[in-house]
Nanobody
Framework: QVQLVESGGGLVQPGGSLRLSCAAS????????MRWYRQAPGKQREWVATITGGFTTTYVDSTKGRFTISRDNAKNTAYLQMNNLKPEDTAIYYC?????????WGQGTQVTVSS
């Protein structure tokens, strides 16, 4: 059974930082493409960042230079380091794993950026 568990969300002031984690089980983690998405209230889910099995990374333009996606294959965990957070980053953040033409989602973790 595939399971993705996100953690690390919370309330932070503008300009602050958070690191999200996504712990995976049930898939050969090192072979999977890991992505982070987010969904703000009243908006569609938006892709945020991707890291491939070969550690190639891509980002949505609004997070470039502020967010960093990474992975630790020994721990079966993907991360999203978020710096210089802005109120518009407020959303539920979801981890996604893609492997063998299948896609798996975590339950999400809330990030709120507010003073």
């Amino acid at each position: 059974q595939v399971q993705l568990v996100e953690s690390g969300g919370g309330l932070v002031q503008p300009g602050g930082s958070l690191r999200l984690s996504c712990a995976a089980s049930g898939i050969p983690f090192s072979l999977g493409v890991m992505r982070w998405y987010r969904q703000a209230p009243g908006k569609q889910r938006e892709w945020v960042a991707t890291i491939t099995g070969g550690f190639t990374t891509t980002y949505v333009d609004s997070t470039k230079g502020r967010f960093t996606i990474s992975r630790d294959n020994a721990k079966n965990t993907a991360y999203l380091q978020m710096n210089n957070l802005k109120p518009e980053d407020t959303a539920i953040y979801y981890c996604n794993a893609a492997f063998a033409s299948k896609s798996y989602w975590g339950q999400g973790t809330q990030v709120t950026v507010s003073s």
